[in-house]
């Protein structure tokens, strides 16, 4: 089956850098993408990748290593509006499209 | 970028009534659109794909009878959730995907519909 695993929770300070791993097992992969979702909010596309190595966006980046079924969110110089949950999701390629979500890293960013 | 609306953005019925929410993509053509379902402080639970013009493809554990999906447009999906029960009060979410294939094929999210059963 989908397995998609990320920490629960994690606290850093504001101007802090914080990384948010994520482990995926899946049928297939063709692609994974990071979300933020603030709460009661829908989710935002944050990046997204499909081949081994660093996309680096602004503030963000994300890390993929396939062999490895590994992905991390990097993101630096933390900002108070960044506290918000961040969803590891993986595409598999048996269904195209689709997408499967990880639980969700909760981040809460204090001063 | 693409914009996707919900509406109603939140709801509030009785127990045994049934509810609609549409789901439009603004300034693009989608023809696959997702619906999803999330209870708090978990994460986003896929109910169906939709295509437009053909039926709705549902994931394992979902009622096809109880979330009646219609895509009847290339902007356009519905999801109506008949006879609802408490628990069923969540947050529904759509996302949309360009028909043009490109490699990133971003699904692109609608901003909720809040549903609260009484």
């Known amino acids: 089956g989908q397995n998609i695993d990320q920490p629960t929770e994690m606290t850093a300070t504001e101007g802090a850098i914080v990384q948010i791993n994520c482990t995926y097992q899946t049928s297939g992969f063709n692609g994974l993408f990071w979300y933020q979702q603030h709460a009661g909010e829908a989710p935002t596309f944050l990046s997204y990748?499909?081949?081994?190595g660093l996309e680096e966006k602004g503030r963000f980046s994300s890390f993929l290593s396939r062999s490895k079924g590994y992905s991390y969110l990097l993101l630096k110089e933390l900002q108070m509006k960044d506290s918000a949950s961040y969803l590891c999701?993986?595409?598999?390629?048996?269904?195209?499209?689709?997408?499967?979500f990880g639980a969700g890293t909760q981040v809460v960013v204090t001063p | 970028g693409a914009v996707v609306s919900q509406h109603p953005s939140w709801v509030i019925c009785k127990s045994g009534t049934s509810v609609k929410i549409e789901c439009r993509s603004l300034?693009?053509?989608?023809?696959?659109m997702f619906w999803y379902r999330q209870f708090p402080k978990q994460s986003l639970m896929l109910m169906a794909t939709?295509?437009?013009?053909?039926?709705?493809?549902?994931e394992q554990g979902v009622e096809k009878d109880k979330f009646l999906i219609n895509h009847a447009s290339l902007t356009l999906s519905t999801l109506t959730v008949t006879s609802a029960h408490p628990e069923d009060s969540s947050f529904y979410i759509c996302?949309?995907?360009?028909?043009?294939?490109?490699?990133?094929?971003?699904?692109?999210f609608g901003p909720g519909t809040r549903l609260t059963v009484l």
């Open positions: 939709s295509n437009e013009g053909s039926k709705a493809t549902y």
């Open positions: 999701a993986v595409r598999p390629t048996d269904s195209w499209g689709k997408l499967q």
């Open positions: 300034d693009f053509q989608a023809t696959t």
């Open positions: 996302s949309a995907q360009a028909g043009v294939p490109t490699l990133l094929n971003e699904q692109f």
């Open positions: 990748n499909v081949l081994d």
